[in-house]
């Protein structure tokens, strides 16, 4: 956990003097170190093991979100939506676990929520962008392969 702290500030920092990039890698950084040590971190302390994970993927969709890069924002918060559900299922969960991975997902869908009314028709051009971007790849590649 110390070393996702760290790596939180750190990003916290590069976020906060407009290092967006910097913050979206020691963000990912700290989520790994989350997703690393999260089944024994869970173990000892569910709700900072799931605040851990939470905080990061949102982190990371903000600063994207700041970087103008809106489809990888919207991953983010997909992203922690799976990483939830991934848990949720787990046989061996009591109760209050349960509750807390419920409640950190009903918030990331909130969060999720206001993303998606502010932002929805820059990922949708966005996401156009990509898919011609792949389309034309496909064509070239195509185009090629014939030659």
Request: hydrophobic letters at 40%.
């Given at each position: 956990?110390?070393?996702w702290e760290r790596l939180t500030r750190q990003a916290n920092r590069a976020y906060s003097n407009?290092?967006?990039?910097?913050a979206v890698e020691l963000n990912q950084q700290a989520l790994t170190q989350a997703e690393m040590s999260f089944d024994d971190d869970f173990y000892r302390d569910a709700e900072s093991?799931?605040?851990?994970?939470?905080v990061s993927f949102l982190n990371i969709a903000?600063?994207?979100?700041?970087?103008?890069d809106f489809v990888s924002a919207n991953t983010q918060y997909e992203n922690a939506v799976n990483f939830l559900q991934a848990i949720i299922v787990r046989p061996d969960l009591d109760g209050e676990q349960?509750?807390?991975?419920m409640r950190t997902a009903t918030h990331i869908r909130f969060?999720?929520?206001l993303f998606s009314q502010s932002y929805s028709k820059h990922v949708s051009t966005q996401s156009k962008v990509l898919m011609q971007a792949l389309s034309n790849a496909v064509s070239s590649s195509e185009t090629m392969v014939h030659h």
């Amino acid at each position: 956990m110390q070393n996702w702290e760290r790596l939180t500030r750190q990003a916290n920092r590069a976020y906060s003097n407009h290092a967006f990039s910097d913050a979206v890698e020691l963000n990912q950084q700290a989520l790994t170190q989350a997703e690393m040590s999260f089944d024994d971190d869970f173990y000892r302390d569910a709700e900072s093991a799931v605040a851990a994970a939470a905080v990061s993927f949102l982190n990371i969709a903000e600063s994207y979100t700041a970087l103008g890069d809106f489809v990888s924002a919207n991953t983010q918060y997909e992203n922690a939506v799976n990483f939830l559900q991934a848990i949720i299922v787990r046989p061996d969960l009591d109760g209050e676990q349960r509750g807390l991975i419920m409640r950190t997902a009903t918030h990331i869908r909130f969060e999720w929520e206001l993303f998606s009314q502010s932002y929805s028709k820059h990922v949708s051009t966005q996401s156009k962008v990509l898919m011609q971007a792949l389309s034309n790849a496909v064509s070239s590649s195509e185009t090629m392969v014939h030659h």
